[in-house]
């Protein structure tokens, strides 16, 4: 899994640092390898085959199912999708295939079209091979605690997340370093993410994005949802910056690092004393105090993704209270109260069990608001009942009955008309998007050339992770 016989920069060219996070910093880096060489490395690279452009293909086929709480199927509770050699179900890489009958007809795309495509993109591969490493704050920055023994929890979750799914609509991870203390995460890399698209269409001007993009942008944000939650995995922390897209129109969901596997569909997760999901995307539950999830909360976030695009600003974009001496988790009252003006206030008729959730006393002390999501909507440029509809059905206040991603694919927004879904989301554009902005003083991952520490071989024999 860790690279062990080659230097982070004698196989790879920093052009530049991109973005930065709590994790750490990514940035953007060439091959210093032909082409032909990247292409047939050896086992020891954890996509053999990973290219910074990848082909359509390895989406997921999902089987019926309907809420969160019926979900099992012929899993069973304690079955799991991912093997222990890293190989997700075959079952559940197929949901492309024209064969598949769970596709609805407007979904598919004709051979030829899909083999000119797969042959396009098989070039650009070729010939452009660009990467993003992902940087872990080492002890000394106080956030990711690394050392030759062991690596922090959710950096260990995060590769081994990585390693073993395997999907179109997920960034691959191509391989691991571990230098002068620090764990160097090789990906392919997305020029571009919906932070960066929803600014380029709300600055300096509003301009709407094409409802034909959304389109296609949320049928792949849904597909790479759905099988991660058929492989019991849950994001936890889906938001536009989290969500890639290739120069070849391809959506990946990236940054894994909040991820969580689970045993079944009907497990519920206590939260423990970790916040979870960024607040403008956090799902009622949690914000109600709510000890324990299921997947819904995931879709919630979709939903809040997908009325973004809509809008072009979040839709409920509260002020988060912070933590006080004590560490207490606070009561998100503007949150909360952001989501009430829109959907209207919850009842326990509308929400079976409201009642129980630690922050319902809370809850009851603000005004009562009515529904006013198709106000917003209209107002924000909306015109396609089936988008309301799907919407609605995204943000569900009741995460029992909050859709799940298997049927919001089958959902009306995508299956009505005759215009298929196009898996370019850029296809039909007389525009291009800005590239992603380098910034080339911010370089400190270049230090890694300077006075190279020997380390010993049997040290990633060593590696393990801890709590």
């Excluded at 910074?52 to 509770?77: K, R, W």
């Excluded at 991870?173 to 890399?189: A, R, W």
């Excluded at 003083?441 to 990633?460: E, F, Q, R, T």
Aim: charged residues 20%.
């Amino acid at each position: 899994m860790i690279a062990d016989h080659s230097e982070l920069l004698d196989k790879y060219e920093i052009i530049g640092y991109i973005a930065a996070g709590t994790y750490g910093k990514v940035y953007k880096a060439k091959s210093r390898q032909s082409s032909k060489n990247s292409s047939s490395t050896g086992s020891d690279s954890l996509a053999q085959d990973t290219k910074p452009t990848t082909e359509f293909s390895n989406t997921s086929s999902l089987q019926n199912a309907g809420t969160y709480g019926d979900m099992m199927g012929a899993h069973g509770p304690n079955s799991n999708n991912i093997s222990a050699g890293g190989n997700t179900n075959p079952e559940l890489s197929t949901r492309n295939n024209p064969n598949n009958p769970r596709v609805p007809t407007s979904t598919t795309i004709s051979g030829d079209k899909r083999n000119s495509e797969n042959t396009d993109n098989r070039r650009k591969a070729e010939t452009t091979m660009y990467y993003a490493i992902k940087k872990f704050k080492t002890e000394k920055d106080g956030i990711e605690q690394l050392h030759y023994t062991g690596i922090s929890q959710s950096a260990c979750r995060e590769m081994a997340l990585c390693r073993e799914l395997d999907n179109n609509h997920l960034t691959k991870l191509v391989e691991i370093f571990l230098q002068k203390k620090s764990i160097y995460m090789v990906y392919e890399f997305a020029e571009h993410d919906l932070l960066q698209i929803i600014h380029f269409h709300s600055h300096p001007e509003k301009r709407m994005i094409p409802p034909r993009m959304i389109r296609s942008i949320m049928w792949q944000i849904l597909d790479g949802v759905s099988y991660l939650h058929q492989n019991w995995v849950l994001h936890r922390d889906l938001k536009p910056a989290n969500i890639m897209v290739t120069m070849d129109g391809v959506v990946k969901i990236g940054d894994l690092g909040l991820a969580r596997k689970f045993s079944n569909m009907l497990q519920t997760m206590y939260t423990g004393d970790k916040v979870v999901v960024t607040i403008w995307y956090r799902a009622p539950e949690l914000l109600l105090g709510a000890r324990h999830y299921t997947p819904a909360i995931d879709l919630w976030a979709v939903g809040c993704i997908f009325a973004e695009l809509i809008g072009l600003q979040p839709i409920f974009k509260g002020e988060e209270a912070k933590m006080d001496s004590k560490k207490t988790v606070p009561f998100q009252a503007n949150q909360l109260q952001r989501i009430l003006k829109i959907l209207g206030t919850p009842t326990p008729k509308s929400w079976p069990h409201l009642q129980k959730y630690p922050e319902y006393e809370q809850l009851s002390k603000f005004p009562k608001y009515r529904d006013n999501l198709p106000g917003w909507f209209h107002s924000a440029g909306g015109r396609d009942k089936h988008a309301l509809s799907l919407l609605y059905h995204l943000l569900n206040y009741n995460p029992i009955e909050r859709i799940d991603a298997i049927n919001a694919l089958d959902h009306s927004y995508f299956t009505h008309g005759d215009m298929p879904v196009c898996e370019n989301v850029f296809e039909g554009l007389n525009y291009k998007y800005p590239a992603r902005r380098i910034h080339t003083n911010d370089n400190d991952i270049l230090n890694l050339g300077l006075h190279k520490p020997k380390v010993p071989a049997k040290v990633n024999a060593q590696l393990h992770c801890n709590d």
